[in-house]
């Protein structure tokens, strides 16, 4: 059943999964521009964008011939590993235990690394691996979490305008201020998104299950403040506990 709710909730969980990978891309592309040159970095984009292309088209007609309760379970758990490892390292993070994740950093330190190879005569090859691998990893996470969020019939397309909106704010804000968007506030970001990733996984599993849901999708929202009490508890919990026993480990 297609609501307001399971809309808004699609559009923006695809939204900020994809905003946060598609940043991470965008760092390692203007790294590989500002250094070697835009060529390479355009190349290598192009090049990983066709495959991302070729495995969606190959790949997206079978999820059709899926029963949608085996989908459903299927997508559930992978969104409920996926989400978990985010709030995981989400939780780690603002508790201090370990490092918050920093673009400028990662900018410096890709950088860093191609103007050491700059005087190699694959200097342009290399670059623009590092764009090709930098857009294919990251896209290939959109992907998922496009099909995983869009699992239920009719609200693949929403995902998907979820994602293409995600990938034309970066571009467009990374192209005008020509910097990393490190004041995008992305560990908030992934905190959140790992809460979102996770209730979705929770309830596709439980519509795998044939489990009835209390109001249908409006269970969505109360799953998802459920997790961010228990999270938000756990982080409490780790600060005073690491106060009191030992120094943050920082990594």
């Not at 790294?31 to 190349?43: K, L, N, Y």
């Not at 379970?73 to 995981?88: S, V, Y």
């Not at 370990?98 to 005087?119: K, N, Q, Y």
């Not at 670059?127 to 896209?139: M, N, P, Q």
Request: hydrophobic share 60%; glycine share 8%.
């Amino acid at each position: 059943m297609t609501t307001i709710t399971s809309i808004t909730s699609t559009v923006t969980a695809s939204f900020l999964g994809s905003f946060v990978e598609v940043v991470e891309a965008f760092t390692i592309i203007l790294a590989v521009g500002v250094t070697q040159s835009w060529r390479p970095a355009f190349i290598g984009t192009g090049l990983a964008l066709a495959v991302l292309a070729v495995l969606v088209l190959v790949f997206g007609p079978l999820l059709a011939l899926i029963p949608i309760e085996i989908l459903q379970f299927f997508i559930g758990t992978l969104l409920i590993l996926f989400g978990m490892r985010w709030l995981r390292k989400a939780i780690l993070r603002a508790s201090g235990l370990i490092a918050l994740h920093d673009e400028e950093r990662a900018f410096a330190a890709e950088t860093d690394a191609l103007a050491r190879r700059s005087a190699d005569r694959r200097a342009d090859f290399l670059a623009g691996t590092a764009a090709f691998k930098a857009v294919l990893l990251e896209g290939v996470e959109v992907v998922f979490i496009v099909i995983a969020t869009g699992a239920r019939p009719g609200m693949l397309p929403f995902a998907a305008i979820g994602a293409l909106i995600a990938c034309i704010a970066v571009l467009a804000i990374g192209m005008l201020v020509h910097k990393p968007l490190s004041s995008v506030p992305e560990n908030t970001l992934k905190f959140i998104v790992g809460l979102m990733l996770t209730a979705f996984g929770i309830f596709w599993v439980g519509e795998g299950l044939g489990t009835e849901w209390p109001g249908e999708d409006l269970s969505l929202p109360a799953i998802f403040a459920l997790l961010a009490a228990f999270s938000f508890i756990a982080v409490k919990w780790l600060r005073q506990y690491y106060d009191t026993h030992m120094e943050p480990v920082a990594r």
